[in-house]
């Protein structure tokens, strides 16, 4: 497979990039062959190189694709974002809607080119991590008049059931489970979830807790082509406020980073049980979002199946609505995989026809609004001016002035002295304006009308044609049959012909035997008559009378059967002549009967055909009320064969049941039995460790004790902030300034309030330096201490059900 890259791609279309994963140890173990071959923008494939598919075929195995950009399989994570991403994720800063989804097989690297191994390290942070960076970077270098609100919500599609990943039990929320949410739309937000927690976020910090807590609740589960499968669909959604305070407008913008479920193929991946229902439902909403690519990519389709699935009604506006969308496919390079390989490039090649309608989502202020009235006034005034100033050249030159142009000079003499004011002049060009757009709107609605006429005309006919299409072909091999038929008579008449001549050729050497045959008995005749003439000469004289009577006798016999044998000759030249009359006689009227034959038999056939299609309606219909009364007859027995079924399923089920919980109270005995000795080992342990935690937590205490008197004198001089909706009251919604930088998670303290150091200015006051320096203190102190309450949570954990030694 040969991929070709180009850089024309329309900004409207969809992004697609396609990243090719090394080579697994279990692939190289297995003896598989990489037969993708990549530089900057190709990548080739032999399908069915090791597989056996194709093993005789030289082209029927190579394939061409077009994408924007082909990542080898030493492409670092920098470069894949930086490509692909990195223009998404800024065009949100500027207010558009924007989306970053993986799509591929399992275990083709989605995970790891979405979120990554390592959230910290450099080189191996993914898509998410480094769109966390890069949004607080634009925050940090934007202008102080610039304020942000930056909130994100992460969700996952598991089972078709929407799960927010933030809360999973709705704690937050008066605990109401968050695991079935609802997907509304509205004129003002779109498509959203309902019930979906939102925090409020305020540094990188806080961004990658929610991913660390997210990445915890998502369910992921083993399959035998990757040990850590993703079984859901997650969807991280970031919008960024940004509201500038001298124009007072707001611009806000989403980004959604989609992390799809690979598709699988059961015989591969061996899933059973509840791994096989997963993935039923993942590769259901994958070809779900593949009937979407198609519609939107197949012309002259107008309706999109958007809520066929839940995973694709999200996608609405990504694909094909407002947003700017990148699909990032990633592909095996193992030739064991060339099936799921080819079907996901042809799914990127689909894709890559989508073309979005991307808008920037801004609310303009009153005075914006106002400047733009103003600006349209001046533009109508200037109008008028010039109206006016041809008006006078008109009249200079002695034209005269179309009629109403007098009343346009009243109404502009009657506006002259206040162009502020919207006069008759402006609600006159307002009229026309409307009367045009009418004039327009209605040739519009007319060149649709007679679009869709021309499309329906254009589906009849190509129905027409097929139809006319069908007939040639049935008449074509009528057509070839009445020739093979008229061949074959044709080389009977050909060979009935050379007979004939055959024939003829013979009675012609039969005369010609025969006369010779005549002539020789002539001759042996008068060669007869002479040889007895001269013996009866030498013999009468002495040969008695007797036998000169006897001689005579023979001599009349002898003439009867030389006349008998003239007689026979020319009877057999009579019948031969009569028989090659006859012949040609034949011929011709055999070549009359075969051609009767065949008209005959055309007309038969055709009858035929008539009958045959009378019988097979009349059978339908036979057809049709049989099964009609099958029906009627059958559904006692479907009912009862249906509760049998039922009925099987359940008592399966039950001892299906009852088998696992035998298995599984063996199995918890077993276990209690390792808990209580591990228990007794446990306590003397946790004794001592009893005492040096208190004397921690005593420090602790004084700690906190300090703490908490510098920030409540802190808090004592901030104002108060506006608190997040149900779902996030723990967290405030306090707005970022442009320019400032807050705690970063690369460990360079630099406090909350703090300008960026490379714009300069002044430091501030000592109080501020000192409040600033308690802020930081606190926050250090805090992650200690929540670092130290996992470790103790941890450890309580494994005391309680740790694993088996």
């Not at 064969?641 to 005995?669: A, F, I, P, R």
Request: glycine share 6%; aromatic share 4%; proline share 3%.
């Amino acid at each position: 497979m040969s991929l070709e890259i180009g850089g024309s791609s329309s900004s409207d279309n969809v992004r697609v990039c396609c990243r090719v994963r090394p080579l697994s140890e279990k692939e190289l173990k297995g003896f598989c062959v990489d037969t993708k071959e990549t530089d900057e923008g190709f990548i080739s494939c032999r399908l069915g190189a090791v597989t056996g598919v194709n093993k005789d075929s030289t082209a029927s195995n190579q394939y061409s694709f077009h994408f924007d950009r082909v990542f080898p399989t030493n492409s670092p994570q920098k470069k894949v974002y930086e490509y692909a991403a990195l223009p998404t994720v800024k065009s949100v800063m500027e207010g558009f809607n924007g989306t970053v989804f993986a799509y591929g097989q399992t275990a083709s690297g989605k995970t790891y080119t979405m979120q990554g191994p390592d959230m910290i390290d450099e080189n191996l942070q993914g898509v998410i991590p480094r769109m966390v960076w890069t949004i607080f970077d634009a925050i940090y270098s934007a202008p102080p008049t610039q304020e942000f609100l930056v909130k994100v919500s992460m969700v996952e599609l598991y089972m078709e059931k929407i799960r927010c990943l933030l809360d999973p039990s709705g704690t937050a929320a008066g605990g109401a489970g968050k695991d079935n949410l609802k997907i509304k739309e509205r004129p003002d937000k779109g498509v959203y979830i309902d019930g979906a927690t939102e925090s409020y976020v305020q540094s990188e910090n806080e961004i990658f807790d929610a991913l660390s807590q997210a990445q915890y609740n998502r369910t992921v589960g083993a399959t035998n082509m990757n040990a850590v499968s993703s079984r859901s669909h997650m969807i991280f959604q970031l919008t960024v406020e940004n509201k500038d305070t001298v124009k007072n407008a707001v611009k806000r913008g989403k980004l959604f980073l989609v992390d799809l479920a690979g598709s699988e193929k059961i015989q591969r991946t061996g899933a059973t049980g509840s791994r096989l229902e997963e993935a039923k439902m993942i590769n259901k909403s994958l070809s779900a979002l593949g009937n979407v690519i198609n519609a939107l990519t197949e012309p002259g389709k107008s309706h999109v199946p958007y809520r066929d699935s839940k995973l694709t009604r999200l996608l609405s506006e990504s694909l094909g609505g407002n947003a700017k969308t990148t699909l990032i496919i990633t592909v095996s390079p193992s030739s064991a995989n060339d099936a799921e390989t080819l079907s996901t490039l042809r799914f990127g090649q689909r894709a890559k026809m989508i073309k979005n309608r991307a808008v920037v989502n801004e609310d303009l202020s009153v005075e914006a609004l106002n400047a733009k009235v103003v600006q349209l006034r001046e533009i109508v005034a200037r109008s008028k001016n010039r109206v006016k100033a041809l008006e006078g050249l008109l009249s200079t030159n002695g034209i005269p002035i179309p009629d109403g142009s007098s009343d346009g000079a009243q109404v502009e003499s009657g506006t002259e002295g206040d162009v502020g004011e919207p006069g008759s002049g402006a609600q006159a060009l307002s009229e026309q304006q409307q009367e045009e757009l009418a004039e327009l709107q209605r040739e519009n609605v007319e060149l649709r009308a007679d679009v869709e006429q021309a499309e329906k005309a254009a589906f009849a006919s190509q129905q027409k044609l097929q139809e006319t299409q069908t007939e040639l072909q049935a008449v074509s091999y009528e057509r070839d049959e009445l020739q093979s038929q008229l061949a074959r008579l044709q080389a009977d008449l050909a060979t009935q012909k050379a007979e004939n001549e055959s024939l003829k050729l013979e009675k012609k050497n039969l005369k010609a035997e025969v006369a010779e045959a005549k002539e020789q008995c002539e001759q042996q005749k008068v060669k007869g008559m002479q040889v007895i003439a001269g013996k009866l000469q030498d013999e009468r004289a002495t040969a008695p009378a007797n036998i000169l009577q006897i001689c005579s006798r023979e001599l009349l016999a002898d003439d009867d059967i030389v006349d008998a044998s003239c007689k026979v000759v020319l009877s057999v030249m009579k019948d031969l002549a009569e028989g090659n009359i006859r012949l040609s006689r034949e011929n011709e009227l055999a070549q009359q009967d075969r051609e009767g034959e065949m008209h005959s038999l055309l007309r038969e056939r055709e009858a035929a055909v008539t009958k045959l299609e009378m019988e097979l309606a009349s059978e339908r219909e036979r057809a049709a009320d049989l099964h009609d009364k099958l029906k009627d007859g059958d559904r006692p027995l479907k009912r009862k064969v249906s509760q049998l079924d039922k009925n099987l399923e359940q008592l399966t089920v039950m001892y299906h049941k009852l088998v696992s919980q035998n298995s599984g109270l063996k199995v918890e005995c077993q276990v209690n039995e390792k808990k209580v000795v591990r228990k007794d080992q446990r306590i003397a342990a946790l004794e001592n460790s009893l005492r040096d935690a208190k004397s921690k937590y005593e420090k602790l205490l004084t700690q906190c004790a300090n703490l908490t008197a510098a920030m409540d004198m802190m808090s004592s001089r901030e104002k108060g902030s506006l608190a997040v909706g149900a779902g996030n009251k723990g967290r405030l919604m306090r707005p970022l300034q442009g320019g400032v930088r807050s705690i970063r998670a690369s460990g360079s303290m630099l406090s909350i309030g703090d300008p960026v150091p490379e714009r300069g200015g002044a430091s501030g006051n000592s109080e501020e330096t000192g409040r600033a320096t308690a802020k930081a203190n606190a926050s250090q102190a805090t992650y200690k201490i929540s670092a130290n309450f996992r470790t103790s949570l941890e450890e309580r954990e494994a005391s309680s059900s740790g694993p088996d030694p």
